[in-house]
Structures are given as structure tokens and as C-alpha cells.
């Protein structure tokens, strides 16, 4: 007998095989169980086995409901022309939402936060699989569109009528050091309708500094509209966690420390440097060098140029080799950050020690914790939290400790000067992580035209 025999053979084989309805039901039985009762673990999806059964085998449906509604959209060109559109048009919403909410979804990367290991214009696969995919909070929503209408600048795409508590399929792993995480900005809760994009506790807080406390609250609700937005429709963030559940960390000099031992170094991470030149430095050498022309604040004084930009020890060292550069000097960041509070006067560059809670772990409520972690025990784990004549309550009753119900994970940018991170608005909590950043599929210079903007040395490349 011949090859193609023999092929011929076992093509016409496996077609006998799919043939058989028994088969067919088989196998999509099995699938459906996998993936919808034992993966969901929900119980009652196991009712939907009749929906598979009467697909497969007895075909009630079809031909009692969907034969009679072909027949009457094939009754002219322009019905059966519409029909075929919509058909194909819901079947690839609905495969592309399947992958979206189990597997993996795309994301470009909008800001130098994570340079140079992300730059701007990076197009990157994020899987869902890795930490394990999270049903959504909010069912009613448009497919595949985040938190605003296509079109729109403040219309939601979603309906918070119905919400879902949290809950996680399993994944093939848990957050790790060093994993590049894609999460919902948690911070993102509270949104100021007319600019999304700046934080609301930012605005709030300068508001309070203007008008006190009471009165900067009342002002800002009256000047702007302020809407909440539930945990799964909060802005797509992307950092690097550098702590997870359980650790304690320290930042001394812009040097990061994470129980008691120096972090790894990230061969692309950033910092903001003060350059000294004695000539201008052309946009050539710029290029050449990789320094990103959005991150340069440029100042002349008599024959001395002054340049403030994000740098890698890569790039100093060929910045040092130019003649005209008289001195590359790290810039120390002095900004007020998290917890906001006159017991911690950290900032960016000196920041902690500070402790990353666990699922289990307790906690005194001193004042000092308090402001470390009331935010958790309020907004992420849903309490009530009062102070009365120093004594704390939760939920109306006297509390001298708290055990936390969830992981927490400290996120920070590579380009530690230029990254609105965790060391501004504190946990991210185990819910609002989306997923793991894989590699790069496509790269584009949001600064350049086509076809010099795209970046082949970048694409289906490994994020590390």
C-alpha cells in the first residue's frame, strides 16, 4: 500500500470518526466540563451539558428554532446578506471576548514609566494564564472595550447594576519578584470625569492644602464631576512587582533593598541624571546614545548646556566618552509620597522600611499602621474603620488588630525617576492583578513616521 494510501485511509478515518454525533459530544463534553466546571468551578454549568447533548445529538434546537429563523432571513438577498454579516460579526466578538477574558490580551505601552525595558510604542502580549484569568466583576459590559466608549472621552462602557465578587481560575504560577505585572491602577477607583488621566487623590490632596481638609473636599466635588469605577474597570497599569506578600523592603540613595538583601539590578532600569555640557548635543547623538527626546529638560546658562534626562549605566558610559560632556551627576528626588503622613517623611529615593501584608498575617492598629494600611482594611477589604478617643473600631466594634484577607504586592517602575508607582499610592492588592507581560509582538516610535517608526529589533522579543 502506498503513502498516499495510507493517508487517504486515515483522513477518511478521522472524518468517520467526527461523523459519529457520539463522538462529537464526547469530545465537546469533555471540553466544556474542563473548562467551564472544573477550571470555573461552578456546579451549575454542569446544566449546560444539555445544550451540548441536543448540539451534538438530538439537534432540537436547531431544527425546531434556528432552521425556521435561516429559512426566513434566506427569504431575500438583502435579509440572508444581513444575516451573514451578523453571524460572522457575533462569532468573533464572542471567540475574541472568550480569549480576552481566559488568555491573553494586548497592551501598548502609553508612557516611559517602564523604560528601557518597555518603551513607548511597545505593542505586548499579556497572558491571562499565568496568574490565572479573573471573571469579570462587571458582566454587563461592552465586549472588548475597557472602561470608556469608543468615540467618547467620559461615556462608561459598562453597568455596574450587576457586580460580581472576586474570583480567580487557577493559573500556571503566583506573582513573582521581578515579573513585569499588568493591574488595575488601584488608586483608580475614584475618577475626575473631566481629566481621567490625573489621579483623584493627587487633586484632592492639593486641594485640602488650598482649603483644608472638609472644605477641599466639597470644593473639588462641586467644581468637577466625580464618578466611581468598580475594581476590573480601573485603568491598565504596568510595573515591575518588586515585593511580593510577606516581604519588607527599603529604599536608601535610589538603592532598593528587599529583606535586608540589595534587589537585583535591572540591566535596563533608569534613573534621572543632571548632564553638564559645553556644546549642545545634537539630536543625532541623542538618538545614538537611546535618550528619549519626550524625557529631556534642556537649560543654557552662558556656555554651559544643562540637561536633566533618564539614563542607563549603559548610557552614561558612552555619554562620559563624548569630549564636550563635563559631568553626569544622579538627580535626588525630594517628592512627598506614600503614606502622606507626618510620621513618614519618606520620598522617592529614601523611602521605608515597610512591610508588604499577606493573607493571614495581623497587625496592631496603632496610628502608625493605621496610615499605613487603612486604605487596605477600608476600599480593598470592604471594613469600616474609625478612630474614637484612641481606640480604633472596625465595622462598630472595638479592634486592637486586623487580619488581612488578601495578598498585597509593591509594583515600581524601571525608570525609577519618572514612574507614578507604588511608592506614590501605596498595595496592590491581589484582585486587581490582570496578568503577566510575555514579550513584545510589535514595536512603533510614537515619534516617527512610517516605516522608520518601527522598531524590528523589538518585536517578539522577551520581556525580562
Same mark, same amino acid.
Given at each position: 500500500?502506498?503513502?498516499?494510501?495510507?493517508?487517504?485511509?486515515?483522513?477518511?478515518?478521522?472524518?468517520?470518526?467526527? $461523523?459519529?454525533?457520539?463522538?462529537?459530544?464526547?469530545?465537546?463534553?469533555?471540553?466544556?466540563? +474542563?473548562?467551564?466546571?472544573?477550571?470555573?468551578q461552578?456546579? &451549575? *454549568?454542569? +446544566?449546560?451539558?444539555?445544550?451540548v447533548?441536543?448540539?451534538?445529538?438530538?439537534?432540537?434546537?436547531?431544527?425546531?428554532?434556528?432552521?425556521?429563523?435561516?429559512?426566513?432571513?434566506?427569504?431575500?438577498?438583502?435579509?440572508?446578506?444581513?444575516?451573514?454579516?451578523?453571524?460572522?460579526?457575533?462569532?468573533?466578538?464572542?471567540?475574541?471576548?472568550?480569549?480576552?477574558?481566559?488568555f491573553?490580551?494586548?497592551?501598548?505601552?502609553?508612557?516611559?514609566?517602564m523604560?528601557?525595558?518597555?518603551?513607548?510604542?511597545?505593542?505586548?502580549?499579556?497572558s491571562?494564564?499565568?496568574?490565572?484569568?479573573? *471573571?469579570?466583576?462587571?458582566?454587563?459590559? *461592552?465586549?472588548?472595550?475597557?472602561?470608556?466608549? !469608543?468615540?467618547?472621552?467620559?461615556?462608561?462602557?459598562?453597568?455596574?447594576?450587576?457586580?460580581?465578587?472576586?474570583?480567580r481560575?487557577?493559573?500556571? #504560577?503566583?506573582?513573582?519578584?521581578?515579573?513585569?505585572?499588568?493591574?488595575?491602577?488601584?488608586? #483608580?477607583?475614584?475618577?475626575?470625569?473631566?481629566?481621567?488621566?490625573?489621579?483623584?487623590?493627587?487633586?484632592?490632596?492639593?486641594?485640602?492644602?488650598?482649603?483644608?481638609?472638609? %472644605?477641599?473636599?466639597?470644593?473639588?466635588?462641586?467644581?468637577?464631576?466625580?464618578?466611581?469605577?468598580?475594581?476590573?474597570?480601573?485603568?491598565?497599569?504596568?510595573?515591575?512587582c518588586?515585593?511580593?506578600?510577606?516581604?519588607?523592603?527599603?529604599?536608601?540613595?535610589?538603592?532598593l533593598?528587599?529583606?535586608?538583601l540589595?534587589?537585583?539590578?535591572?540591566?535596563?532600569?533608569?534613573?534621572?541624571?543632571?548632564?553638564?555640557?559645553?556644546?549642545p548635543?545634537?539630536?543625532?547623538?541623542?538618538?545614538?546614545? #537611546?535618550?528619549?527626546?519626550?524625557?529631556?529638560?534642556f537649560?543654557?546658562? $552662558?556656555?554651559?548646556?544643562?540637561y536633566?534626562?533618564?539614563?542607563?549605566?549603559?548610557?552614561?558610559?558612552?555619554?562620559?566618552?563624548?569630549?564636550?560632556?563635563?559631568?553626569?551627576?544622579?538627580?535626588?528626588?525630594?517628592?512627598?509620597?506614600?503614606? /502622606?503622613?507626618?510620621?513618614?517623611? &519618606?520620598?522617592?529615593?529614601?523611602?521605608? !522600611?515597610?512591610?508588604? !501584608?499577606?493573607?493571614?498575617?495581623?497587625?496592631?492598629?496603632?496610628? %502608625?499602621?493605621?496610615?499605613?494600611?487603612?486604605r487596605?482594611?477600608?476600599?480593598?477589604?470592604?471594613?469600616?474603620?474609625?478612630?474614637?478617643?484612641?481606640? /480604633?473600631?472596625?465595622?462598630? %466594634?472595638?479592634?486592637?488588630s486586623?487580619?488581612?484577607?488578601?495578598?498585597?504586592?509593591?509594583? *515600581?517602575?524601571?525608570?525609577?525617576?519618572n514612574?507614578?508607582?507604588?511608592?506614590?499610592?501605596?498595595?496592590?492588592?491581589?484582585?486587581?492583578?490582570? #496578568?503577566?507581560? %510575555?514579550?513584545?509582538?510589535?514595536?512603533?516610535? !510614537?515619534?516617527?513616521?512610517?516605516?522608520s517608526?518601527?522598531?524590528?529589533?523589538?518585536?517578539?522579543?522577551?520581556?525580562?
Open positions: 500500500m502506498t503513502a498516499e494510501k495510507q493517508n487517504s485511509g486515515a483522513w477518511a478515518s478521522v472524518k468517520r470518526f467526527w $461523523g459519529n454525533k457520539w463522538a462529537k459530544f464526547a469530545i465537546y463534553g469533555i471540553i466544556y466540563l +474542563l473548562w467551564f466546571v472544573l477550571w470555573m461552578n456546579w &451549575w *454549568m454542569i +446544566l449546560g451539558l444539555v445544550l447533548y441536543d448540539a451534538c445529538v438530538t439537534k432540537y434546537f436547531s431544527r425546531y428554532v434556528w432552521d425556521h429563523v435561516r429559512a426566513f432571513f434566506r427569504k431575500n438577498s438583502l435579509l440572508s446578506s444581513i444575516y451573514d454579516w451578523c453571524s460572522a460579526i457575533i462569532f468573533a466578538v464572542v471567540v475574541a471576548a472568550l480569549i480576552h477574558i481566559f491573553f490580551q494586548m497592551y501598548v505601552i502609553p508612557s516611559p514609566s523604560e528601557k525595558t518597555l518603551v513607548e510604542g511597545d505593542y505586548i502580549y499579556v491571562k494564564l499565568a496568574y490565572g484569568p479573573q *471573571m469579570p466583576n462587571t458582566p454587563i459590559s *461592552m465586549p472588548l472595550v475597557h472602561n470608556i466608549m !469608543p468615540f467618547s472621552t467620559s461615556a462608561k462602557s459598562f453597568s455596574d447594576i450587576w457586580q460580581r465578587p472576586y474570583h481560575l487557577k493559573g500556571f #504560577g503566583t506573582v513573582e519578584r521581578g515579573d513585569v505585572v499588568v493591574f488595575n491602577f488601584p488608586a #483608580g477607583d475614584t475618577v475626575i470625569v473631566e481629566d481621567t488621566k490625573v489621579c483623584y487623590y493627587d487633586v484632592l490632596r492639593d486641594f485640602e492644602r488650598q482649603y483644608g481638609k472638609g %472644605e477641599g473636599r466639597r470644593r473639588l466635588h462641586a467644581d468637577y464631576t466625580i464618578i466611581s469605577r468598580p475594581v476590573d474597570k480601573r485603568d491598565n497599569y504596568i510595573k515591575r518588586v515585593a511580593i506578600a510577606g516581604d519588607s523592603l527599603l529604599i536608601e540613595g535610589g538603592v533593598h528587599v529583606n535586608n540589595p534587589y537585583e539590578r535591572i540591566p535596563e532600569q533608569q534613573f534621572n541624571y543632571n548632564i553638564e555640557s559645553s556644546t548635543l545634537s539630536q543625532l547623538t541623542l538618538e545614538q546614545i #537611546g535618550i528619549n527626546p519626550a524625557t529631556i529638560y537649560e543654557q546658562h $552662558g556656555d554651559k548646556f544643562y536633566i534626562t533618564p539614563l542607563t549605566e549603559q548610557m552614561i558610559a558612552e555619554l562620559k566618552r563624548l569630549p564636550q560632556i563635563t559631568d553626569v551627576a544622579r538627580s535626588r528626588k525630594q517628592d512627598t509620597v506614600f503614606p /502622606y503622613n507626618e510620621h513618614f517623611a &519618606w520620598t522617592e529615593d529614601d523611602f521605608g !522600611p515597610l512591610w508588604v !501584608p499577606e493573607r493571614g498575617a495581623t497587625i496592631a492598629l496603632t496610628a %502608625e499602621n493605621v496610615a499605613l494600611y487603612g487596605i482594611i477600608e476600599l480593598y477589604e470592604g471594613n469600616t474603620l474609625s478612630e474614637h478617643d484612641g481606640s /480604633y473600631y472596625i465595622n462598630g %466594634e472595638k479592634a486592637e486586623y487580619t488581612f484577607r488578601m495578598n498585597y504586592y509593591w509594583m *515600581m517602575g524601571d525608570n525609577r525617576h514612574s507614578l508607582d507604588s511608592r506614590y499610592w501605596g498595595f496592590v492588592p491581589e484582585d486587581h492583578i490582570v #496578568g503577566k507581560a %510575555e514579550f513584545i509582538w510589535l514595536s512603533l516610535d !510614537p515619534y516617527k513616521s512610517f516605516p517608526n518601527i522598531r524590528w529589533s523589538r518585536m517578539f522579543t522577551k520581556i525580562r
